[in-house]
Structure formats: structure tokens, C-alpha cells
């Protein structure tokens, strides 16, 4: 008999087994849709972190000041050497003038500034970087470059988004692995427990020459819809989950330190992730369980 004649044979089988065994099969669902749940959570929480990096990269930047000994006629020269440096991404020059605009710019009730000369403040270089990571290294790097006197750095804020994702992404890892090896038990034995009571069944079936693809298919498919639900589930959930956190974050967050991702251009990856992971977790559960039923 072949394959595509008993499709429809194996799909009806799968359903029936699941509302046979609703229990089972309702416990199955709900630790696939915790397992897709918490992985997706710390999944979007890694990538907002990543995108907040980012966005510091884009923005944030050190001060390099140049030596107060060195010549103007000798700035182009020192700041493509700087330029030269690794993960330094863009090299702005700020004359002693232009320092002293924007100081006064950002002070601008301070009378006292008024009338201060322009070689209060020394000539200095904004230099952005590529990896936000690497900053102290760099900032190392261009301090110890002839022609710079020292160097002004805000490592803070990057290291604490740093470390966080790294929290996240490990956290995300160690509880996806052991809601993984959960769900694959409970997918185990909802599969075993519709073997058992078919399990006189299963050896006619085989006494009648059926094969082992014929016997094991209905249960494959069993753990493929229980999975594809759990997942279908668990996107919802997380959809929800995270357009509510994300209106929490930014109605709190009064000066935009914090910024979140919309939902809305990670739909069909999430989905496809949770759809792929949700499949493999049932087929795999289903196949491991009814493997030794069919040693007749």
C-alpha cells in the first residue's frame, strides 16, 4: 500500500489518539507552549539588547585631546593615524574655537563663560568606534598614540547593556535546554501510553506484514500536531506578552533611555522559529517512545 493512499488514514489516527488521551495531550501542549514562551522572552530580550548596543555604537563615542605641544599644521597627519587604529569607525576633529562653542552652547545661562578665550579648552578628537565591546582596548589604543594627551571614556552604560545581554542569552540557553528535555518526556509518554493500549493492535498489524513506517506514522503525526499547536500557542501568547511589556517599558522610560523593538518585522521569524522548534520537539518525543513498541 503506498504512502500517499494512507495519508489521510494517518492524519485521522493522530487526532483521534489526541482527544483519546486529553490529559496527557493538554500537559504536552502547555509544556511546549512554557518551553517556546521562555525561550522566546529571553530570545527578544537578547535581541532589544543587542539593538540598544547598537544603538550606543552609532552614538556613543570617546575624547581623545590632543597634545597642547602639538602644532595645527600636524592634526591631519595625527588623526588619520588615529583613523588607522582597529574598531575605530570615525574620527571627528574639534578645533579649540569649536570646543568653546559648544561648551558655551550647552551652558548658555552661565554668564561667566562669556568672555572666557579659546584656549581655555584644549583641541580634542570624537572618536567613534565599531564594537562597543572593544572600547576600553581602543580608547588603550588611541591614549597611547604620539600626539594625544589623554582620553575621556563612559564605559558604564555600554558594559551594563553588555553584561545584561550576556545574562539574557545564557539564561535564554540553560532554560530552553531543560524545557526542551520536559516537553520531549511528556511527548514521550503521551506517545507511550497510546502505544500501550494499542499495543495488541500494533503486534496483528505487524503478524499481518504492516511496516514499521505504516505502524509508527499516526503517532508521528500525533507528536507533529501536538507540537504545531503548542507553538501556534505560544506566538499569540508572546505576541501579547511582549506588546504589553514593550507599552509598560516605554510609558515608564520619561527620557528614552530605553528604547524596544516593534513586534511587528520579527512576526514570520519568531513564528517560523516557534512553528520549526514546536514540530521537532513532538516528531522527535513521538519517535523516541513508540521505537520500542515495534519490536515485535
Not at 512554557?34 to 522572552?41: D, F, K, Q, R
Not at 521569524?269 to 513521538?286: H, N, Q
Amino acid at each position: 500500500m503506498k504512502f500517499k493512499y494512507n495519508f489521510g488514514y494517518f492524519i485521522a489516527e493522530g487526532f483521534k489518539s489526541i482527544f483519546t488521551h486529553g490529559f496527557m495531550s493538554f500537559a504536552a501542549v502547555c509544556m511546549i507552549v512554557c518551553c517556546l514562551l521562555i525561550m522566546g522572552s529571553f530570545s527578544l530580550v537578547a535581541v532589544n539588547v543587542d539593538a540598544m548596543l547598537g544603538n550606543l555604537e552609532a552614538k556613543n563615542e570617546f575624547t581623545a585631546f590632543v597634545d597642547e605641544s602639538w602644532a595645527e599644521e600636524d592634526i591631519p597627519a595625527l588623526q588619520a593615524q588615529v583613523e588607522a587604529i582597529p574598531n575605530v569607525a570615525s574620527v571627528t576633529y574639534v578645533s579649540r574655537g569649536e570646543a568653546m562653542d559648544n561648551f558655551q552652547a550647552e551652558h548658555p545661562d552661565n554668564l561667566l563663560l562669556s568672555g572666557l578665550p579659546d584656549e581655555v579648552l584644549r583641541a580634542r578628537f570624537r572618536i567613534h568606534v565599531t564594537d562597543i565591546e572593544q572600547m576600553a582596548a581602543t580608547s588603550t589604543q588611541v591614549e597611547g598614540t604620539e600626539g594625544i594627551g589623554d582620553v575621556s571614556v563612559e564605559l558604564e552604560l555600554a558594559q551594563i547593556f553588555v553584561v545584561i545581554r550576556d545574562i539574557a542569552g545564557a539564561v535564554a540557553i540553560v532554560l530552553v535546554l531543560i524545557l526542551l528535555l520536559v516537553s520531549l518526556f511528556i511527548i514521550a509518554n503521551t506517545t507511550k501510553l497510546a502505544t500501550f493500549n494499542r499495543r495488541e493492535e500494533i503486534a496483528i498489524m505487524k503478524m499481518c506484514g504492516a511496516t514499521n513506517g505504516f505502524i509508527r506514522w499516526p503517532f508521528v503525526i500525533e507528536g507533529m500536531l501536538l507540537g504545531l499547536t503548542g507553538a501556534v500557542l505560544a506566538f499569540f501568547l508572546q505576541w501579547g506578552v511582549y506588546s504589553l511589556v514593550s507599552r509598560a517599558i516605554l510609558g515608564s522610560d520619561p527620557i528614552d533611555l530605553i528604547s524596544v523593538l516593534p513586534f511587528g518585522p520579527m512576526v514570520w521569524p519568531v513564528l517560523g522559529i516557534f512553528v520549526c522548534t514546536g514540530l521537532v520537539i513532538g516528531t522527535l518525543g513521538s519517535v523516541l517512545a513508540i521505537r520500542k513498541f515495534l519490536q515485535v
